[in-house]
């Protein structure tokens, strides 16, 4: 450093007013340009998350044994990865069906109400026909997920799932 | 009423340039808030077709920010020089 210039560091805490105000709206700047990156990453996740979600492969999985479910009864699994969760049903009149488990509107997890044969959502009091997927009432925007059935040899498999 | 000394008027002159970069960025950047709300709320919902238009226009956001950007450190290194 050169006798009698000022430090760099004495730039950034100034003594005059209209310096110090240059200052901090100077750093905020550059943070709210810091903060306008972190958004774009932020949105970056969602893109990544669909590229994974279509690349994932159609499997075929054993979901339960047909004995195992009485009729009303329910069984929860996992399709076609760890980190969806589906539900099985055995209607009332001993159809199977399965559906994802996330609500289409804000993806809370809907359970089955064997008294009124429906799939209800607690958050907002969303509802689906648990035969169709189909939306009967409250805020979702579209029906529930199927997951394709097949039964064979005493157990039903999951072989496939609709786009969300 | 007292007349500014040079520097003065400069630094102030300084300032309204920084603030008017400040001003410029902010809706930008609430503009990429909303846009990471609207991915988001269509990612809760599990559709994902927005996920990248919203995901280009907020990098255009960030483009138009960085080079605002530019513009404050180039009032800095002007600083620099003094």
Known sequence: MKEGSTPKWREDFPTLWSRDTYVTRRDFSRFLVLVSGATVVGNSYFVARKYQEEQAPKTTKEVALVDELGEGQVKLFRYPTEDDPALLIRLTNGEFVAYKQRCTHLSCPVHYAKNTDRLECPCHNGAFDAKTGAVLSGPPPRPLPKIHLKVEEGKVFAIGADET | ?82
């Open chain 2, 1 to 82: 009423m007292r007349k500014p000394s040079p520097e003065q008027a400069e630094w102030e002159q300084r300032t309204q340039g920084v603030s008017t970069i400040m001003v410029m960025m902010l809706p930008i950047f609430l503009i990429q808030l909303w846009l990471l709300t609207v991915a988001l709320e269509e990612f809760m919902g599990g559709k994902s077709a927005l996920a990248i238009p919203t995901t280009l226009a907020s990098l255009a956001c960030f483009l138009v920010n960085l080079r605002l950007l530019r513009y404050v450190n180039h009032l800095d290194r002007k600083e620099g020089k003094r």
